[in-house]
């Protein structure tokens, strides 16, 4: 069992680590490519805010300005390129995790008769996953408030607290 997260994790690690070299992932514009997404969004109009993840609507009224990115020196982007590939190597490997054992858990649930006790403490095992890569996106962003200026975090924290479309 312990060879087969070794192997997923150092699978991960490469995967991230190409990901990171090329820059693919985030278009390779800008400094790694991750900020770039920060001016286009991901639907490619105005600028995104925290991550990319957030674009303009027409008609929407704006108190604050995303313009963090947009103002970063080059050893803040140096430093927050660094953190990213951090925080993008980490999860890659939880989320690897977090799979097999989504998987092991679809087996446990598929027998006859059904081990209660064993399934739910994979259920339990995901939740300490999921719960390790929440700690670490949020260290992520204290991390990076640590490393901006006063005005940057003003506009960093504001794109933190708008209302987030969240996955499905």
Partial sequence: ????????????????NVVAVDGSRHGG??????????KKGHDGKGHGGHHGKHSKKKGAVHLFTDHWAKTLTDKQKLDIDVMHLKVGQFE????????????ELGVISANTPVDKRAMYAKIDEILEVKKSIMRNRYDHIAEMREVLTKEQRLSYDAGLLKPKKHKK
Wanted: glycine share 8%; hydrophobic share 55%; charged share 20%.
């Fill in 1 to 16: 069992m312990l060879t087969r997260y070794v192997l997923i994790a150092l699978f991960a690690l490469a995967s991230a």
């Fill in 29 to 38: 514009m800008g400094h790694g490519g991750h900020h770039a997404e920060h």
């Fill in 92 to 103: 890659a490997v939880q989320k690897a995790k977090k799979k097999m054992l989504k998987a």
